[in-house]
């Protein structure tokens, strides 16, 4: 089986041929850190994750580079509206972004480059591309000159002549033509900068990138991912700028998530419906938003509302309760072997088609039905009088390892099982001895928990509501 991958560069789906055997070299674009992540951000941290995690799961050996955007307008903004040093708001908001994309179930990358840790580097590639005349100076800004660059617009697929509609060239720029775009920008008074051959300034936007993605991975990578809205201009200019300095192809496959809508208008500022995810999982299950941006594929618009999250948080549940089923049912389980071999041949049929459904395009949306036909025959075994534990053992593997793909957790927020377990011992022992009063303390304060009490032949088992 190959995995196959829709590359936007081709506007087609294509075998995943990586250029060394068994490697992958992985490159997402980061979030500028000026603020709290929103959703828009939340995608491709869990859509790429999610990429990374299947690919190591098939063998793979993932080098992931994601970087942060630790300089730019919007951070020096902040800064003089919060009255702090831009350096000081990037780590805050670093640190933000761990703890929300890690509460989400996303694993960190190999590499987190910063650009203020990389100056010297971007210089040295500008350097390289006037060198190469594809960029020029101009009272302090560098610009690339981008009609000298072939290639330009391959991945939008516009011609150059077309994207120059519209194109304007804005008050302070000296460009030589309106699409050229900004390397390196000379600093205003009062903002922070770095010394430079054309004076103090600090680098533009797209140049970050190409410079720090060939410093970590080398001059071709095989994938380079992030939304849709990075496509242009953003990743064509880190074409034109890596491929005019390096003659290379910069990467074989670009990967684009779609967007989100917010109750079917565009997520935006303006609308007042931004919505960061700090404040979601202070309200919800963080992994419940996992689960709802995974049961989309990834190219495909999200629409994102509370009555379309409450459906996900009921189906995750419905999962998590068929291997809670699993787990309660083992206790009284046997080594059977009487028509054991018959599920445990269900169970890797069920393995092989989520194999099958990822390999295409990395289905998380068709991947997650699977899950839950993994739920239904989980359940149909569950209704057998006697039970195997080599067959409850498989069944847990699989949600286990299916979830674990998916970034997916099957541990509950709150309560610890173990602390539930002893509640229930505590109300069990308490009835014995007809203290009543203790035992329906101990009932309503499980209830208070949503913790659900029901009576079945191998005893007292819970799940939550």
Same mark, same amino acid.
């Given at each position: 089986?190959?995995i196959?991958?829709?590359?936007?560069?081709?506007?087609? /789906?294509?075998e995943l041929i990586p250029?060394?055997?068994g490697?992958?070299?992985?490159?997402?674009?980061?979030?500028?850190?000026?603020?709290?992540?929103?959703?828009?951000?939340?995608r491709p941290? #869990?859509?790429?994750?999610?990429v990374?995690?299947?690919?190591?799961?098939?063998?793979?050996?993932v080098?992931?580079?994601s970087?942060?955007?630790?300089v730019?307008?919007?951070?020096? /903004?902040?800064?003089?509206?919060?009255?702090? +040093?831009v350096?000081?708001?990037?780590?805050?908001?670093?640190?933000?972004y761990f703890?929300?994309?890690?509460?989400?179930?996303?694993?960190k990358?190999d590499?987190h480059p910063?650009?203020?840790?990389n100056?010297?580097?971007?210089?040295?590639?500008?350097?390289?591309?006037?060198?190469k005349?594809?960029?020029?100076?101009?009272?302090?800004?560098v610009?690339?000159?981008?009609?000298?660059?072939?290639?330009?617009?391959?991945?939008?697929?516009?011609?150059?002549?077309?994207?120059?509609?519209?194109?304007?060239i804005?008050?302070g720029?000296?460009?030589?033509?309106?699409l050229?775009f900004?390397?390196?920008?000379?600093?205003?008074?009062?903002?922070?900068?770095?010394?430079?051959?054309w004076?103090?300034?600090?680098?533009?936007w797209? #140049?970050?990138?190409?410079?720090?993605a060939r410093?970590?991975l080398g001059?071709?990578?095989d994938?380079?991912a992030?939304?849709q809205d990075?496509a242009f201009?953003?990743?064509?200019?880190?074409?034109a700028?890596?491929?005019?300095l390096?003659?290379?192809?910069?990467?074989?496959?670009?990967?684009?998530?779609?967007y989100?809508?917010i109750?079917?208008e565009?997520?935006?500022?303006?609308?007042?419906?931004f919505v960061?995810?700090?404040?979601i999982?202070?309200?919800?299950?963080?992994q419940v938003?996992?689960?709802?941006?995974?049961?989309?594929?990834?190219?495909?618009?999200i629409?994102?509302?509370?009555?379309?999250?409450?459906?996900?948080?009921t189906?995750l549940?419905?999962?998590?309760?068929?291997?809670?089923?699993?787990?309660h049912?083992?206790?009284?389980s046997?080594?059977?072997?009487?028509?054991?071999?018959?599920w445990?041949v269900?169970?890797?049929e069920?393995?092989?088609v989520f194999?099958? +459904?990822?390999d295409?395009?990395?289905?998380t949306?068709?991947?997650?039905?699977?899950?839950?036909?993994?739920?239904?025959?989980?359940?149909?075994y569950?209704?057998e009088k006697?039970?195997s534990?080599?067959?409850?053992?498989?069944?847990?593997?699989?949600? +286990?390892?299916l979830?674990?793909i998916?970034?997916?957790?099957?541990?509950e927020?709150?309560?610890?099982?173990?602390?539930?377990?002893?509640l229930?011992?505590?109300?069990i022992?308490?009835r014995?001895e007809?203290n009543?009063?203790?035992?329906d303390?101990?009932?309503?304060k499980?209830?208070?928990?949503?913790?659900?009490l029901?009576?079945?032949?191998?005893g007292?088992?819970?799940?939550r509501?």
């Amino acid at each position: 089986m190959t995995i196959r991958l829709y590359n936007t560069l081709t506007r087609k /789906k294509e075998e995943l041929i990586p250029l060394e055997e068994g490697k992958i070299k992985m490159y997402v674009c980061g979030p500028t850190v000026y603020n709290y992540i929103h959703i828009g951000n939340a995608r491709p941290a #869990i859509v790429f994750d999610t990429v990374r995690r299947y690919l190591q799961y098939r063998g793979y050996d993932v080098t992931f580079v994601s970087n942060f955007t630790d300089v730019d307008d919007k951070l020096i /903004k902040a800064a003089n509206e919060l009255g702090e +040093e831009v350096p000081t708001i990037a780590e805050r908001f670093i640190k933000a972004y761990f703890e929300d994309t890690g509460a989400l179930g996303c694993q960190k990358a190999d590499v987190h480059p910063r650009v203020t840790e990389n100056i010297e580097l971007i210089i040295d590639f500008i350097e390289q591309l006037i060198e190469k005349g594809f960029a020029y100076e101009s009272a302090g800004d560098v610009y690339y000159r981008t009609r000298k660059f072939d290639g330009y617009g391959k991945l939008s697929q516009q011609s150059i002549d077309e994207l120059k509609v519209g194109a304007r060239i804005g008050v302070g720029e000296k460009k030589e033509e309106a699409l050229d775009f900004v390397l390196w920008k000379a600093a205003k008074e009062g903002e922070i900068y770095w010394e430079s051959p054309w004076g103090k300034g600090r680098p533009g936007w797209h #140049i970050e990138c190409s410079a720090m993605a060939r410093k970590y991975l080398g001059d071709t990578i095989d994938i380079h991912a992030g939304g849709q809205d990075l496509a242009f201009p953003h990743h064509e200019n880190e074409i034109a700028q890596s491929e005019a300095l390096t003659g290379q192809s910069f990467a074989r496959y670009w990967m684009h998530n779609g967007y989100i809508n917010i109750d079917n208008e565009k997520m935006s500022k303006s609308l007042g419906n931004f919505v960061l995810v700090h404040d979601i999982i202070q309200q919800i299950d963080p992994q419940v938003l996992r689960f709802f941006m995974l049961s989309v594929h990834y190219r495909h618009p999200i629409n994102y509302n509370e009555e379309l999250l409450e459906q996900a948080r009921t189906s995750l549940e419905r999962l998590k309760t068929a291997y809670e089923n699993l787990k309660h049912r083992k206790q009284a389980s046997t080594n059977l072997t009487e028509n054991s071999e018959n599920w445990l041949v269900k169970i890797q049929e069920i393995r092989q088609v989520f194999t099958e +459904e990822m390999d295409d395009d990395f289905n998380t949306a068709n991947a997650i039905s699977v899950l839950f036909d993994l739920s239904k025959h989980a359940n149909y075994y569950l209704m057998e009088k006697h039970t195997s534990t080599d067959v409850i053992d498989a069944f847990l593997k699989e949600f +286990e390892d299916l979830f674990f793909i998916l970034g997916l957790s099957l541990e509950e927020e709150g309560l610890l099982d173990e602390e539930v377990e002893a509640l229930i011992e505590q109300r069990i022992q308490a009835r014995k001895e007809r203290n009543f009063q203790l035992a329906d303390e101990i009932r309503d304060k499980l209830k208070e928990m949503n913790i659900i009490l029901e009576d079945t032949p191998q005893g007292i088992r819970w799940k939550r509501g």
